[in-house]
T-cell receptor, first 114, second 118 residues
Framework: GESVGLHLPTLSVQEGDNSIINCAYS??????FIWYKQESGKGPQFIIDIRSNMDKRQGQRVTVLLNKTVKHLSLQIAATQPGDSAVYFCAEWGLYNQGGKLIFGQGTELSVKP | DVKVTQSSRYLVKRTGEKVFLECVQD?????MFWYRQDPGLGLRLIYF???????EKGDIPEGYSVSREKKERFSLILESASTNQTSMYLC??????????FGAGELFFGEGSRLTVL
């Protein structure tokens, strides 16, 4: 069925450590994935995306990994900073009965301890 | 800086009232979207538009309508507000899509409009 889920609703990390946020998706036909960051009181902001013909993509301090075999997506944040505290959403674009669409997961709240 | 502006950050309305949520983008984007965000449910698509005067239903269109008279403006209308429409509403826009994948491009979101219906 249609679902993009997150393994953990909350994640707490120490400042300076690396963070890993996980996401599972159910549609094996999905071929485009995005991570968004939403800070308190603000709208979601694009972080990084990846297409299904790639396994890994790196940005500034962030890396997205895609494992199509197990339908799993992860966002890695290096040297996590207090400013990284936010809710992180994964989203997948895939073909469903009604046509192609973007589906968001429920979000993981990342809390960075000083 | 690119910008999506939602006219009201906070609104309180009564059951049965007509509610207008306005959204303006300054990026000349073709696509515009209205989502609602509820705890535990993530973002759910209400309506979208891929051109002026065009509109398409999303996943949860019941109780809502939209208007897109100009490219930069996309309005969400609650004809008769109900308490189950209390939510955070997010407007977004995107440029031309990745070919063959409508809505798959980067979305630029507004700051949200928190609506409470009493």
């Amino acid at each position: 069925g249609e679902s993009v889920g997150l393994h953990l609703p909350t994640l707490s990390v120490q400042e300076g450590d690396n963070s890993i946020i996980n996401c599972a998706y159910s549609n094996s036909a999905s071929d485009y994935f995005i991570w968004y960051k939403q800070e308190s009181g603000k709208g979601p902001q694009f972080i990084i995306d990846i297409r299904s013909n790639m396994d890994k993509r790196q940005g500034q301090r962030v890396t997205v990994l895609l494992n199509k075999t197990v339908k799993h997506l992860s966002l890695q944040i290096a040297a996590t900073q207090p400013g990284d505290s936010a809710v992180y959403f994964c989203a997948e674009w895939g073909l469903y009965n009604q046509g192609g669409k973007l589906i968001f997961g429920q979000g993981t709240e990342l809390s960075v301890k000083p | 800086d690119v910008k999506v502006t939602q006219s009201s950050r906070y609104l309180v309305k009564r059951t049965g009232e007509k509610v207008f949520l306005e959204c303006v983008q300054d990026m000349d984007h073709e696509n515009m979207f209205w989502y609602r965000q509820d705890p535990g449910l993530g973002l759910r698509l209400i309506y979208f538009s891929y051109d002026v005067k065009m509109k398409e239903k999303g996943d949860i269109p019941e109780g809502y309508s939209v208007s897109r008279e100009k490219k930069e403006r996309f309005s969400l209308i609650l004809e008769s507000a109900s308490t189950n429409q209390t939510s955070m509403y997010l407007c977004a826009s995107s440029r031309q899509d990745i070919p063959g994948r409508f809505g798959a491009g980067e979305l630029f979101f507004g700051e949200g409009s928190r609506l409470t219906v009493l």
